[in-house]
């Protein structure tokens, strides 16, 4: 359907993952990087450029705007949202995409970093790219398929919409937002002036997938104080916070409970960072349950864990903070079964099976749903996200683009 958009959605992907865009959990603006404002301000000028209406830059970096209505009917109005910025775990700078045409099967050997191997034992998805065009970086940074494919997705679906006025399609609004991959992408997002009955974010890996149901997410940071004094008298006096940070991480559960112990249903805490000294030590926690109840129980047995370091110590306190993230949106999305219903359709529609799994995970639309915007979350393409392994298929992307043109026209049809 939209073969001839090959090249155009190719190059917009590579021209947006050349621009670094990598969020900042530890930095106090909003945007927490300046930098994600680079491609905000692209995106606005593209938007404008392709003739859409409305198009806006918010004081938080927030860009929308809308393809109108071209029906002479009352329809909903359907949102498309992807993220702009990428994961802070490994660098989004100097990011140097390689096209691999007509990927056989082969492991793919990354120039910049000739350890870095994209193995097709190790990557289930590959089997059904046989003849693909296949994206990656070149071994030294991530490649920003997350959420940028979902980006070029979006955008090039407009375009197809606009230059095929014969397909009928009620009031769009699109959105691209910053800071999603540290949990804040919606905390600005104004939902009243999106103004839509539906979403959906364009933010899944392989083809065919509809996430209607994602972990919910909770943060924790500890802080141990400890006594310091200098080393050459410090017999029975000094209490070194790096110890009492080791001995907690120490009584955390070693066989359940983390990433690299649980998968399908199960939840887990997991420790993210760590930084201090001898007086005061720190680390950070995220929690992951698909039901929310057990996140309480993670905190009250993180929060157990380390009351008995500091009991094993006189004189060493801990202080602790807790923030809620996101929730499961499968709650709201059972209470709108078209917004699902339609997704299927359109997916079904562009020859794809549709595939669907609970998310470990988490997107925009899991906070955005709980704030009354039905928000479930559709393939991009994008794989092995957060990593230098990361890539992604063109003609992935173009089936995400697809899919959004033929929800377009889905969500038009007189009932």
């Not at 959420?147 to 375009?159: D, L, P, R, S």
């Not at 009492?244 to 070693?254: A, H, Q, T, W, Y």
Request: net charge negative.
């Amino acid at each position: 359907m939209l073969s001839k958009s090959y090249d155009a959605l190719l190059e917009r992907f590579i021209r947006y993952v050349k621009i670094d865009t990598q969020s900042d959990p530890e930095s106090t603006t909003y945007p927490s990087t300046a930098k994600q404002l680079d491609l905000l301000r692209l995106l606005k000028s593209e938007c404008e450029a392709l003739g859409l209406s409305n198009v806006d830059m918010d004081q938080y970096g927030y860009v929308t705007a809308t393809l109108p209505s071209n029906v002479d009917y009352p329809t909903k109005t359907v949102g498309f949202i992807a993220h702009v910025d990428t994961s802070p775990e490994v660098s989004g700078a100097n990011v140097k995409p390689i096209v691999h045409k007509n990927y056989q099967g082969q492991d793919i050997v990354l120039p910049d970093r000739n350890d870095i191997v994209i193995k097709f034992e190790d990557n289930p998805a590959f089997a059904e790219q046989i003849g693909n065009d296949i994206v990656t970086a070149s071994g030294t940074t991530l490649l920003g398929a997350d959420n940028k494919a979902g980006v070029a997705a979006i955008m090039t679906a407009m375009e197809y919409l606009l230059a095929h006025p014969e397909i009928k399609h009620g009031d769009l609004r699109i959105a691209f937002t910053p800071d999603e991959e540290i949990g804040g992408g919606t905390e600005y997002f104004d939902i009243a002036k999106f103004n839509c009955y539906c979403a959906y974010t364009i933010d899944s890996s392989t083809r065919g997938m509809l996430d209607t149901e994602t972990f919910s997410a909770d943060m924790m940071s500890f802080t141990f104080a400890g006594i310091n004094t200098h080393p050459g008298d410090a017999y029975h006096h000094m209490i070194n916070a790096i110890k009492l940070l080791s001995e907690f991480v120490d009584r955390l559960p070693k066989d359940t409970l983390s990433p690299e112990t649980t998968r399908e249903r199960e939840g887990f805490v997991h420790p993210t960072d760590i930084k201090g000294g001898v007086d005061s030590a720190s680390i950070q926690f995220i929690l992951r349950d698909f039901d929310a109840a057990k996140l309480e129980e993670q905190r009250k047995l993180l929060t157990s864990l380390a009351q008995a370091t500091v009991s094993a110590h006189p004189g060493a306190t801990f202080t602790c903070e807790h923030k809620q993230q996101y929730r499961n949106m499968s709650s709201v999305l059972e209470k709108f079964p078209d917004v699902t219903k339609n997704a299927e359709r359109a997916i079904r529609d562009s020859g794809l099976e549709v595939r669907k799994m609970a998310v470990r995970g988490g997107t925009d639309g899991s906070q955005l749903s709980l704030n009354g915007l039905p928000t479930p979350n559709i393939f991009a393409g994008e794989q092995n996200y957060h990593s230098r392994y990361e890539w992604v298929s063109v003609q992935d992307m173009l089936k995400s683009a697809e899919v959004i043109v033929r929800l377009a026209g889905i969500w038009a049809e007189k009932s």
